[in-house]
């Protein structure tokens, strides 16, 4: 802000306004935040830029960007996914308007075809074009969050369906309590694994797996699991068991990691 002296003697503030970027400054940001590198995807940005004007341009940028965060636009096929330019002219061609009010038309290069050799008469008549209609922009599907897991269950438990169940548990025994006829063991999971997109996502409170083992099936393993670096594997039925707030687990099926290592290697004959 600059001040300008008047003739009374008193300066008068002057606010000088920031220029606003060029059409073609803009389009070139566009191609730049989707990745398109060649001139004649940015000749297109920038003709639908020109089209429906800077402000409504930045609004189809930002669909293609929120689009694409929530798993993108597949092609008509589903062979792949859009690339991010693909999902901003399908947008820009489906829902843009232009400046008027208009539908956004697409820009078209017609190729050059070689002179007719035909008399006129003899030619085909031309065929009418007409302008494809873009399919609607699908609506994003809402995220089902872990609170919203409540409600959901108690809606699907309504009508339920069957299954018969197999837990497998990995990883190092805490204590050995032998009983007599089995061994008990206590195993505690904390790590979340990288879930499918889509799926809520649990807290991180622990799950308690109280194992149940018969002695004979432990005895295959017992020596095996007194190293260190071995992993118990335990296949069995779960059932949940509140009194103990643990999933019980009764095993059908107990090996190691080193134990099935070794009966994969090929056995050498002397």
């Known amino acids: 802000m600059n001040s300008?002296?008047?003739?009374?003697?008193?300066?008068?503030?002057?606010?000088?306004?920031?220029?606003?970027?060029s059409q073609e400054e803009v389009a070139a940001m566009i191609a730049d935040a989707l990745g398109e590198t060649e001139e004649g995807a940015y000749k297109s940005i920038l003709h639908i830029l020109r089209s429906v004007g800077r402000t409504h341009a930045r609004e189809l940028l930002s669909m293609t960007l929120q689009t694409e965060e929530h798993g993108g636009l597949m092609l008509p096929d589903g062979s792949r996914r859009r690339t991010p330019g693909g999902v901003f002219f399908y947008l820009a061609y489906s829902i843009g308007k232009t400046k008027s009010g208009r539908p956004l038309q697409r820009q078209w290069n017609p190729v050059k075809m070689p002179k007719q050799t035909q008399p006129q008469s003899q030619a085909e008549p031309k065929k009418p074009f007409k302008q494809p209609i873009p399919n609607p922009v699908p609506q994003q599907a809402s995220v089902l969050t872990w609170e919203d897991r409540l409600s959901a269950v108690r809606e699907a438990e309504q009508e339920k369906g069957q299954a018969n169940v197999k837990i497998t548990v990995i990883g190092r025994p805490g204590k050995i309590l032998d009983k007599g006829s089995c061994i008990v063991t206590v195993m505690e999971s904390t790590k979340i694994p990288t879930l499918p997109k889509g799926l809520p996502t649990p807290t991180s409170v622990a799950t308690k797996y109280a194992v149940y083992i018969a002695s004979k099936q432990w005895k295959k393993v017992e020596e095996a699991i007194k190293d260190p670096e071995d992993i118990l594997i335990v296949e069995g039925f779960p059932k949940t068991d509140p009194e103990v707030s643990a999933i019980a687990v009764f095993a059908t099926n107990v090996t190691t990691k080193k134990l099935q290592?070794?009966?994969?290697?090929?056995?050498?004959?002397?």
Do not use: F, I, N
């Open 4 to 21: 300008v002296p008047q003739p009374d003697g008193q300066p008068q503030a002057v606010h000088l306004q920031e220029q606003e970027p």
């Open 261 to 270: 290592m070794s009966k994969k290697q090929p056995q050498t004959t002397p």
